[in-house]
């Protein structure tokens, strides 16, 4: 059961990819997990499974909250997807009914751990004298990052002082 789960986790993230051919094959190799360590699962990429989002970069819930945000990217070249959308708050406090910045609250990011594969090269096999060199070979990673998403308004940390 949890082979399936992982499969269908590592499916979702590759179904971001839009840049892959169809029916191009890529070769995981799990380094988490009890007894996963070490497998090779082969996936075939389909590009025509896209990503769904229900909001955009322009997104208006973005601009009609109280604590506005912006999107920007963030571009890793190892990592898959290469390209993430990160939310940036634009105000330190919140916005009040009347549009001014209220100090009371504090602006802060909202956080969601995502997977995402990390290309690492493969390391190389010895070669015989005067043989030409393959191309470079990569192993894809499993690991997770900690995307911010959007703002969200909250009261400020106080710490008494004795």
Not at 4 to 15: E, I, Y
Not at 61 to 66: F, G, R
Not at 92 to 104: F, H, K, P, V, Y
Request: aromatic fraction near 6%; glycine fraction near 8%; hydrophobic fraction near 35%.
């Amino acid at each position: 059961m949890m082979l399936v789960f992982r499969a269908l986790l590592l499916l979702g993230l590759l179904s971001l990819i839009h840049s892959t051919r169809r029916g191009h094959a890529v070769s995981v190799v799990l380094d988490q997990g009890g007894g996963l360590r070490g497998q090779t699962v082969r996936l075939l990429l389909d590009p025509s499974v896209l990503g769904r989002s229900t909001s955009s970069p322009g997104s208006s819930v973005a601009n009609m909250s109280l604590s506005p945000w912006t999107y920007r990217d963030s571009f890793v070249a190892s990592r898959l997807p290469r390209r993430i959308s990160q939310a940036h708050c634009l105000t330190s406090g919140c916005l009040n009914l009347q549009g001014g910045e209220d100090a009371a609250l504090e602006a802060k990011p909202i956080y969601y751990q995502a997977l995402v594969f990390y290309r690492v090269p493969r390391p190389s096999r010895s070669t015989k004298a005067g043989k030409k060199a393959k191309k470079k070979k990569y192993d894809l990673q499993l690991g997770t990052e900690m995307i911010p998403v959007g703002c969200t308004c909250v009261r400020p940390s106080v710490v008494p002082q004795q």
